[in-house]
């Protein structure tokens, strides 16, 4: 059997700014050193189904539910900033993200190619991006700990395994040592 030449050219890291996330990003870093690769970094907020909207609503009032659905995606923000009072833009926060690890890592040199911060589904965000920017591989981190995590459906990380056309480094953080 002969075995195809891998090329990764360019890498979509997908983020939930989650610290699982984070710990991906060195993966996602690492071989696009290796490689030679750059790396899109693409953050989708997700929009909450009409269905969910008005199903919330029959319970709490509508202003309420804007309320949550604005915390929800205020928190996104801080948690891009670093709790930041200046609300610096999720773009922005990404991009700086970027050079901080560029700084920290030094001999870890790699090109982010694009920023995105998109809205929609991220199952479907993730993999419409990774086809229409010619990605080569998708590096994004999971939260799953244990068998009800695992064997629970629609994470995103297992939804986008199972669609992909793109080969999946999907990275959980290492269990923590007592």
Not at 49 to 78: L, M, N
Not at 105 to 129: C, K, S, W, Y
Request: overall charge negative.
């Amino acid at each position: 059997m002969i075995l195809p030449k891998v090329e990764i050219k360019k890498i979509l890291f997908a983020t939930d700014l989650s610290e699982n996330a984070r710990y991906a990003f060195a993966y996602a870093v690492s071989l696009a050193n290796l490689y030679g690769a750059s790396i899109t970094l693409l953050h989708v907020l997700a929009e909450v189904p009409e269905t969910v909207d008005k199903g919330v609503i029959g319970y709490i009032s509508a202003e309420r539910w804007e309320a949550i659905k604005k915390q929800h995606y205020q928190e996104a923000k801080e948690t891009l900033t670093r709790k930041k009072r200046d609300y610096v833009p999720i773009r922005e926060a990404l991009d700086q993200f970027c050079e901080d690890v560029r700084s920290s890592h030094e001999d870890q040199d790699f090109v982010a190619d694009e920023i995105l911060v998109t809205r929609g589904n991220p199952v479907d965000q993730i993999l419409a991006q990774a086809e229409e920017r010619k990605c080569d591989l998708i590096v994004m981190g999971t939260q799953g700990h244990g068998i009800l995590e695992d064997a629970l459906v629609g994470s995103t990380a297992r939804r986008i395994i199972r669609r992909s056309k793109k080969p999946v480094l999907v990275v959980r953080l290492p269990e923590e040592k007592d």
